[in-house]
């Protein structure tokens, strides 16, 4: 009996399913030990104020390495660590690995952390926040936190209670990704945002398409109205970085500055010893 529910299993392996779920299964799996076996880690992506020239700090971006499979993308790995809830310990190590790691930063850089909707609903978050920034000694007001519209559709009273606690504990709130899903504007007056980021789908075809100009345009008039600093996300070109600058936006981030790169490789940026060269790029 055992012996023929085994290669039935296997038949249902071989046959019935894509490969991409097979392949979701095992990660999955891989998961579980991927945090404990050192195959996570952060990378950094440099955010620039275009009117100074200063980079203002990084956002950390996780990546994992698969002994097996190389680099997975964590578009690919974030849905997997979430459907298991395993982006619970996870996200707690990324927490404090970014505190931890801008903690030696000098001159003020901030630090950027993207936390997933499921960490807004499972465990303490508040409490992982607060415990990470008293363990690193990082000052509150250098950690952003990163949340996207997900968190607020779901529990909208669970979700003000928790960006309240934060706001009280000195933290920063982002919006990721503004303008892709519901982008409410009463979202505005509900949640205490510091910062929006422009999607980088509209910045990707701002230069061709005038529909993503006028939504970038309204989205930054928008912001200046409340008062929320606004950052274009995914700027490449440096055309979109002389548009943006005219409509207005101070800050962004993209491989126009950088692509993310572990920290060892910004050690000039950090130590404050180079600034973005905004005349070689006025032209
Ligand atoms: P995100 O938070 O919107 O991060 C920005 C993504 O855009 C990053 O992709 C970054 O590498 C990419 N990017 C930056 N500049 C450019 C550019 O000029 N052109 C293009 N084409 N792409 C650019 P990445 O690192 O693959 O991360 C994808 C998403 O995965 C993130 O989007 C975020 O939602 C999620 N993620 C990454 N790390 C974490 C984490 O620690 N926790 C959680 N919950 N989510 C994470
Ligand atoms: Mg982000
Ligand atoms: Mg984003
Ligand atoms: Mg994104």
Partial sequence: RAKSDGRSCF????????????????????LRTALQEGQLKLHYQPLANLTTGDIIGFEALLRWTHPELGQISPVTFIPLAEETGLIVPIGEWVIREACREAARWPNGLKIAVNLSPVQFTTGNIVEVVASALAWSGLEASRLDIEITEGVLVKDADGALRILNAFKALGVHISMDDFGTGYSSLSYFRQFPFDKVKIDQTFIRDMETNPQSRAIIRAIIGLAKGLDVEILAEGVETEMQIDMLKRKGCELIQGYAISRPAPIEQFDDIVGGRVDIDLDQRAA
């Fill in 11 to 30: 038949r249902f392996f071989d046959c019935g399913m894509d490969d991409q779920v097979v392949e979701a299964f095992r990660m999955k799996a891989d």
